[in-house]
């Protein structure tokens, strides 16, 4: 069985290698310009040379975004960016502008090309195209259904196909918006997106009075442009079978929590897959444990067919069903060294997040200690450093998270 690569989101270089060490066997990141992300904290011409070493000396990849719609004044930037990232040896840049994978060809012709989900990629005719100007790999839009996604891999077989697999999304066509730009003055087809279709929206009356109308949407609220969350972590097997040859889960400005979190639910449900087959699939676990960050309202989207119900009317996002309570330092014998994120006391009862087999052990804090030596049954402030008394195993980079039920 031919394995699928999961391919995670990478805001800085913090995140890059948690990406890496929960399992993603690729991230895609943005440097400081022409990417649609500007709010993350995205990287240096430096760190992106240091990222591509970085991953390729753990047999990872990387792919790097390039992917705005481009005006006159961003060719000659851009012409001197791709020559770069061709030179420090990534393994793809996303493209969605055909002026510049026109220019990547031309000045760069041994630097892959992954097409980005802004060309709405949505049929094999469109597909074939680009396979024909010497792309390596396709990124299909998220309106598309198992269907329609096995007949481009038998139309076009001789491309690679990345879908997303997670995450949010947009309200329009993959990203093609001008919400943010009317309302905010800050163009999202240039990465400066303020979400707008996030907000809480109300009707004002054009009578003389200008008073406010109250909005209702089924009496389920007034979030009318706020789509609900991907989750298509159920469909691994169906996915692989349509030709799918990599998982992309969204989230450049996720924190690293979350991106540890989903990065290890998919991670050891592909690994599941690779095992059993579709009998991966039980008892709901990897809902459950995806359920456990912050997130909207799932939806398999279109992937099943037309979906009617993909807006989140209820509210922006929900907490999860757990908080992120500290990120292990260091793991010593009987203890660990952890630096705390959110409150917590001896007493509760911590639940790990780790690649390793100590995921969803329990450890009830008994014992802990300031850097000074300080005995403390409460800890409280932000970012300190703690010696928490276990037997557990924990390993810089593990984290510890507790059920909000129990806050």
Not at 46 to 73: D, F, Q, W
Not at 145 to 153: D, G, P, T, V
Not at 252 to 274: F, G, P, Q
Not at 383 to 398: H, M, P, V
Request: hydrophobic share 35%.
């Amino acid at each position: 069985m031919k394995k699928i690569e999961l391919l995670a989101p990478a805001g800085d270089f913090n995140k890059l290698k948690t990406a890496f060490y929960y399992g993603a066997d690729a991230v895609y990141v943005g440097g400081k310009e022409l990417g649609l992300r500007a709010s993350a904290g995205n990287f240096t011409d430096e760190e992106l040379k240091s990222a591509a070493l970085y991953a390729h000396e753990r047999g990872k990849k990387i792919y790097v975004t390039v992917n705005i719609l481009a005006r006159n004044y961003d060719i000659d930037k851009a012409e001197k960016y791709l020559r770069f990232l061709d030179g420090i040896h990534i393994d793809g840049a996303i493209i969605s502008d055909a002026g510049l994978i026109s220019l990547a060809r031309e000045v760069a012709p041994d630097l892959p090309i992954n097409v980005s989900t802004q060309a709405s990629l949505l049929n094999y005719r469109a597909v074939r195209f680009w396979k024909d100007q010497g792309v390596k790999r396709v990124i299909l839009a998220r309106e598309l259904s198992l269907k329609e996604i096995a007949e481009i891999h038998e139309k076009v077989p001789d491309i690679e196909i990345e879908t997303f697999i997670h995450g949010a999304m947009c309200i329009s066509y993959s990203g093609r918006c001008l919400l943010s730009d009317y309302r905010a003055g800050r163009p999202s087809n240039r990465g400066e997106c303020v979400q707008a279709c996030r907000w809480n929206y109300e009707i004002r009356e054009k009578g003389s009075s200008g008073a406010f109308m109250e909005m209702e949407e089924d009496e389920r609220g007034t979030y009318i442009l706020n789509s609900k969350d991907l989750n298509l972590s159920e469909y691994i097997s169906e996915l692989g079978e349509a030709g799918v040859c990599s998982f992309k889960i969204e989230g450049r400005m996720k924190s690293e929590y979350y991106l540890a979190t989903v990065i290890n639910a998919y991670r050891r449900a592909l690994d599941a897959y690779y095992k059993v087959g579709k009998d991966y699939v039980k008892d709901g676990f990897y809902r459950l444990e995806l359920d456990k960050t912050a997130h909207r309202e799932f939806t398999t989207a279109y992937l099943l067919g037309e979906n009617d119900r993909t807006e989140n009317f209820t509210d922006s996002q929900s907490r999860g069903t757990h908080k992120f309570i500290a990120t292990v330092i260091d793991g010593g014998d009987g203890y660990a060294i952890v630096e705390m994120r959110n409150r917590f006391k001896v007493g509760d009862k911590l639940e790990v997040l780790s690649p390793s087999e100590t995921f969803n052990h329990i450890i009830t804090v008994e014992k802990m200690e300031t850097e000074s030596g300080e005995e403390i049954t409460d800890a409280k402030i932000v970012q300190q450093k703690i010696k928490l008394y276990t037997d557990e195993k924990l390993k810089s980079g593990d984290m510890l998270r507790l059920s909000v039920q129990s806050c």
